[in-house]
Antibody, heavy 123, light 107 residues
């Protein structure tokens, strides 16, 4: 059974840092892109970052570039999101997701998601 | 960045009725579009990928259509468990973007 379990969320002051972690199990971790998405309270979804199978290719949405860093440890089957210089607008539930390749259009989609971890940026 | 516009924002229907949700992209995404269902306090659930393919385990009452810039999610006969928020997502060009969602509520 595929499982993704996020941890590391909490309350942090503006300008502070937080590191989220996602522990993966039930599948061959090294075969999949992994990503982080977030959802502000009562709002829609935003994709934040992606990382490829060996960690050599990373993508970030503009609003977090230079502040957030995605990384993975294939020995521990985990993917992390280091968040620095946090702002109030970063307050959200952060989801870890596994991407699966679909040959039809050659596109990756996220079937498996964790339950999310809440990050609150407030003084 | 590709902007996805979903309509309507809220749809009020009764069980057994047909639901039609729309998603329009600001530029072509070919068929690289997905639909997700999300219930309060839960993670999103993939319903449709590649615009019209049902994900594993998704009931046949869910169908997707469209290509380019105009897409539709249809629920042929609403079940009580279908009342939730629905989001379209494009995977054609980075950044991956979502629409703002359609909230399907019980009339």
């Amino acid at each position: 059974e595929v499982q993704l379990v996020e941890s590391g969320g909490g309350l942090v002051q503006p300008g502070g840092s937080l590191r989220l972690s996602c522990a993966a199990s039930g599948f061959t971790f090294t075969s999949h892109w992994m990503g982080w998405a977030r959802q502000a309270p009562g709002k829609g979804l935003q994709w934040v970052a992606n990382i490829n199978q060996d960690g050599s290719d990373k993508n970030y949405v503009d609003s977090v570039k230079g502040r957030f860093t995605v990384s993975r440890d294939n020995a521990r089957n985990s993917v992390d999101l280091q968040m620095n210089s946090l702002r109030a607008e970063d307050t959200a539930v952060y989801y870890c997701a596994r991407s699966t390749y679909y040959a039809g259009t050659g596109t990756y989609y996220s079937v498996y998601w964790g339950q999310g971890t809440l990050v609150t940026v407030s003084s | 960045e590709i902007v996805l516009t979903q309509s309507p924002a809220t749809l009020s229907l009764s069980p057994g009725e047909r639901a039609t949700l729309s998603c329009r992209a600001s530029q072509s995404v070919s068929r690289q579009l997905a639909w997700y269902q999300q219930k309060p306090g839960q993670a999103p659930r993939l319903l449709i990928y590649d615009a019209s393919s049902r994900a594993t385990g998704i009931p046949a009452r869910f169908s997707g259509s469209g290509s380019g810039t105009d897409f539709t999610l249809t629920i042929s006969s609403l079940e009580p468990e279908d009342f939730a928020a629905y989001y379209c997502q494009q995977r054609s060009i980075w950044p991956i973007t979502f629409g703002l969602g359609t909230r399907l509520e019980i009339k």
